[in-house]
């Protein structure tokens, strides 16, 4: 099958939290972190994806920065 990118994006992030998205491997190797992608919001790029590599997991955490 041919192969082409696809991007997985998070978008709409409430200000005040802070969310890490990872990307691995069908083996549990981390393979890719979202970056910013200049909308408020994460995004990862998969290269060279088809159907035959779908063993991928994005993993998303949030966390909540409290201001005392």
């Known amino acids: ?6 991007t997985i994006t998070l978008d709409h992030i ?3 939290y802070d969310y890490e998205m990872v ?3 069908e083996e549990g190797n981390q393979v ?3 970056k910013e992608n200049g ?3 994460l ?3 998969i ?4 159907s035959d590599n ?6 998303v955490q949030a966390t909540v920065s409290i201001s005392l």
């Open 39 to 41: 909308n408020g919001g």
């Open 47 to 50: 290269p060279n994806w088809n």
């Open 14 to 16: 409430p200000e005040g």
């Open 23 to 25: 990307l691995y491997d």
């Open 54 to 59: 779908t063993g991928y997991t994005v993993k």
């Open 32 to 34: 890719g972190i979202g």
């Open 1 to 6: 099958p041919p192969s082409r990118s696809i």
């Open 43 to 45: 995004s990862i790029t």
